[in-house]
């Protein structure tokens, strides 16, 4: 059994900042990546920005270059740190995390709570 412990949602004015972070904790045999996706209220979640065991990092066109995703491969965890939050920014954002769970059983991909975050004047 594995479970996500999110933190660092919450509200923030436009331009500020917020950072997120998402631990795995359970049985992991190898992880291959973790991401932050969002879902704001009418709309499709979507992707923000991944990071792949290696280090390679991806992100949505509209967090570019106000975005930085890292992690912590030893402890399992992922951050998202957001800079220069946007209104439009305002989502519920969901940790997710492909791994196995042990040598004979395929990657799978699970998903955290999520955390909403608001950014409002």
């Known amino acids: 059994q594995v479970q996500f412990v999110e933190s660092g949602g919450g509200l923030v004015q436009p331009g500020g900042s917020l950072r997120l972070s998402c631990a795995a904790r359970?049985?992991?045999?190898?992880?291959?990546?973790m991401s932050w996706y969002r879902q704001a209220p009418g709309k499709q979640r979507e992707l923000v920005a991944a990071?792949?065991?290696?280090?390679?990092?991806n992100y949505a066109d509209s967090v570019k270059g106000r975005f930085t995703i890292s992690g912590d491969n030893s402890k399992n965890t992922v951050y998202l740190q957001m800079n220069s939050l946007k209104p439009e920014d305002t989502a519920v954002y969901y940790c997710?995390?492909?791994?196995?769970?042990?040598?004979?059983?395929?990657?799978?991909?699970?998903w955290g709570q999520g955390t909403q975050v608001t950014v409002s004047s």
């Open positions: 359970g049985r992991i045999f190898r992880l291959y990546a």
């Open positions: 990071i792949l065991s290696g280090g390679r990092t």
């Open positions: 997710n995390a492909v791994f196995q769970v042990d040598v004979v059983t395929s990657r799978q991909e699970y």
